[in-house]
């Protein structure tokens, strides 16, 4: 599919690019959308909840009562669950939500996710544009240029430039990304699409291997 592409003005230059049918417009795989997702939510978990079992509790081990003949259930130390301050039962545990993910079925959810921002015509090419200093402003020119304000964005660039990811870092519902770092969840988490010229050859570099 052929797309035109826009200057930092907004305006329709008199450049086109085509987007490959292989990587922006293949039958989306929801399960692979989903599994995508979900190693992704679950890598930015830390795992670091703890709680204090039985044996972890500082308290007497000393046996509270008698065994029989209280009319009460049996107890033979304060550091039981069943007590106000005894350990917890089955409390959670430090560990690693981390799961492996083929590199193919990744790919496949990226191809997907794309897809499905072409097939609702919520993909912008911008020509490759950079800012003189980091400038908060100068990103929000940028995005009443594009009618883009009220929605989130995500803006694909193919290298690394900090002046324009300095210049979107305080604006809520606005991120920009390296086209290597792009990943399912912030395709899908935005409402549109932003692609810089240049991010489209590595998009295809990447996802045709």
Known sequence: MQVEILNISGKKTTKKVDLLDSIFAVEPNDHCIYLDVKQFLANQRQGTHKSKE????ARTTKKLKKQKGTGGARAGSMKSPLFIGGGRAFGPRPRDYSFKLNKKVKTLARASALSYKAKDNAITVLEDFSFEAPKTKNYIDLMKNLNLSDKKTLLVV????????LSSRNIQGAKVVTASDLNTYDILHAETLILAE???KVLETILNK
């Open 54 to 57: 039985r044996a972890e509790i």
């Open 198 to 200: 240049g991010s489209i």
């Open 158 to 165: 193919g290298d690394a430039n900090k002046n324009v990811y």
